[in-house]
């Protein structure tokens, strides 16, 4: 989807996991009410999810934005804006590691 990047960070943790954050600004629509498209990702080393942060429209079921978890839960994330989401993920990576390492 055509938008323009508003967000962009991603590194590497000592213990090889990493983190790739992307939010864009798109045309408000049905899809995205909020004129913003974001997927935020921390995963282990061998690639597998250890927390996701989304808006695809593909679990409305749980809510347009939401969280995934390793054991595969999807649950409702409350949207008030980007920067939100941002600290909010960047706090729950530094739990994650903390808990693993």
């Given at each position: 989807?055509?938008?323009?990047?508003?967000y962009r960070d991603e590194g590497e943790k000592p213990d090889g996991s990493r983190?790739?954050?992307?939010?864009?600004?798109?045309?408000?629509?049905?899809?995205?009410?909020?004129?913003?498209?974001?997927?935020?990702?921390?995963?282990?080393?061998?690639?597998?999810?250890?927390?996701?942060?989304?808006?695809?429209?593909?679990?409305?079921?749980?809510?347009?934005?939401?969280?995934?978890?390793?054991?595969?839960e999807i649950e409702q994330l409350e949207f008030t804006s980007v920067s939100e989401?941002?600290?909010?993920?960047?706090?729950?990576?530094?739990?994650?590691?903390?808990?693993?390492?």
């Open positions: 989807m055509p938008g323009t990047v508003v983190y790739e954050m992307v939010a864009w600004q798109v045309p408000v629509s049905s899809e995205y009410p909020q004129g913003v498209k974001y997927s935020f990702q921390y995963m282990d080393a061998d690639g597998d999810t250890l927390l996701r942060f989304d808006n695809s429209p593909y679990h409305l079921d749980v809510g347009r934005h939401h969280r995934h978890t390793p054991d595969g989401l941002v600290d909010r993920f960047q706090n729950e990576v530094t739990e994650i590691y903390e808990q693993r390492n």
